[in-house]
């Protein structure tokens, strides 16, 4: 019987991805030998299984119970009103709604969209799109480039034009649709559904997102020669429908970081005045600290440091869920955490 009254400690999860990259993750966790791979991200606090053309087959990005064959999902399953909390079950049943990432790209990513919640609705009956977060960790150069990012369309792109330029896979003009920033360690950038990104080589990231695995690619072969299954394009929409997911809104580059850039307060990376959809604090811990669930379930990850979380010995990489019964619990050593929420409850 898992104890949901104290931190749970998880496995790690990889996903595989059609962009190479990892070897920042692997450092984390002590491997500084690691080479890039297809399996550029860790999927944490995960309920959900990636989607990958041909890799049916293949269960990923789902978190266990450490030192059990017991998954997260079938642990909140189980008892999903302990789990995470009353009201949220009663609105999102088992569903956490939210997934947490770290991501390292040795690789552009692919330009894409994410549908909003009510796009996602629409297209695949899901209730969460995926909205999105990236909070920049750190870095590399790829090819005397520094880290960047590739974020919403510029003024005068239309629906026909943009599906003109995927018709021809016209990746240089893609690109040129939309703006371009380079990243530093401590930006944090709001991604809503609908609007069209990439995220560039060399980015190290944490992402907090809506969860689902819904995206729609616009190039048919990755930066790195791989080519992109049509349904990994479309996600099963087809080839015409999958531009319904987009937002042409054109935007000047100000318009973006007013809009999208947010600005850290304190310990909070990420608050529910950003969106409802999900909270991100970061934790510094220098000797020890006493953390309470307040009846909401929530999940935190060591970034850096060692000590020791409810008495558990923990390092780099280690990860915990803090379920919304879960009692205080002490937290000691010298450590930087981030700790990550689901969607904000609605007041009784």
Known sequence: MINLKSPVKLSRAGAWRTYTGGSLIEALHGNQNAIDSNFPEEWIMSTV????????????????????????????????????????????????????????SAERL?????????????????????????????????????PCIYFGFKKGITRERWKEIFDTQNI??????????????????????????????GCF????????????????VTPNGLKVADFMCHQGLG????????????????????????????????????????K?????????????????????????GEGTIDGTPVKKGSQFFISSICEDFKVEGNMKLIRFYGPKEEKS
Not at 53 to 72: F, P, Y
Not at 205 to 220: A, G, M, N, S, Y
Not at 280 to 304: A, K, M, R, T
Request: charged share 25%; glycine share 8%; net charge negative.
């Open 172 to 201: 240089p003009e893609m690109l040129n649709c939309m703006h371009k920033f380079y990243v530093k360690p401590g930006d944090t950038f709001l991604i809503e559904g609908g609007i069209p990104h990439a995220i560039g080589a």
């Open 49 to 104: 299984a990636a989607r990958n053309s041909g890799r049916e087959h293949i269960i990923e990005g789902l978190n266990m119970v450490e030192n059990t064959d017991i998954s997260l999902k079938e642990l909140i399953e189980n008892n999903p009103k302990d789990a995470l909390g009353e009201k949220h079950s009663q609105k999102y049943g088992n569903n956490l709604g939210v997934l947490v990432k770290l991501i390292d």
């Open 239 to 278: 080839f015409d429908k999958m531009f319904d997911c987009f937002d042409y809104t054109g935007y000047t580059e100000q318009e973006i970081l007013d809009r999208w850039y947010i600005k850290t307060q304190e310990s909070s990376i990420i608050s529910y005045q950003n969106t409802e959809m999900f």
């Open 110 to 146: 692919t330009v894409q969209v994410h549908p909003t919640r009510e796009k996602a609705m629409e297209l695949f009956g899901s209730p969460f799109g995926k909205t999105e977060c990236w909070h920049i960790l750190g870095g590399r150069e790829v090819d005397g480039e520094k």
């Open 280 to 304: 991100l604090d970061e934790l510094n811990v220098n000797g020890e600290q006493i953390i309470s669930s307040n009846g909401v379930f929530s999940g935190i990850y060591v970034l850096e």
């Open 205 to 220: 990231l944490v992402e907090v997102q809506e969860p689902t695995d819904f995206t729609i690619r616009t190039e048919k």
